[in-house]
């Protein structure tokens, strides 16, 4: 399982169609975008993957945030949700704490 969350994108993992599912600890981060000409400001949440007690391996921004914004500005979901990450990454990486909970390291 280790490596599958380690080397995906997945938070979660089915051991038997239905019945059983391993997942990552989830927590939530919101980071303002400027986007569109008028440099208007987003909030788009972004899920964190977290393995074992102090661990991000997964960064994904949510898709109904990006989409709106996407809608309203005309830039396309994918670059909205790379920017978004890469900021909630950037500000993960420059904190040596996360919510309290002593998060020290990000590899996604």
Not at 9 to 33: D, E, H
Not at 57 to 63: D, L, Q, V
Not at 76 to 104: G, L, M, Q, W
Request: charged share 25%; net charge positive.
């Amino acid at each position: 399982l280790e490596f599958i969350f380690r080397h995906s994108t997945t938070l979660g993992i089915r051991i038997q169609r239905n019945v059983q599912r391993v997942a990552l600890k989830r927590k939530y981060m919101s980071v303002p975008l400027l986007l569109g000409p008028n440099e208007k400001e987003y909030t788009i949440q972004v899920k964190l993957g977290i393995f074992k007690e102090n661990e991000i391996i997964s960064c994904k921004a949510e898709f109904d945030h990006c989409k709106t914004a996407s809608q309203e500005t005309g830039i396309p979901i994918s670059t909205i949700s790379n920017r978004a990450e890469h900021k909630a990454k950037t500000k993960i990486s420059s904190k040596s704490t996360f919510n309290n909970d002593n998060v020290y390291t990000i590899s996604c």
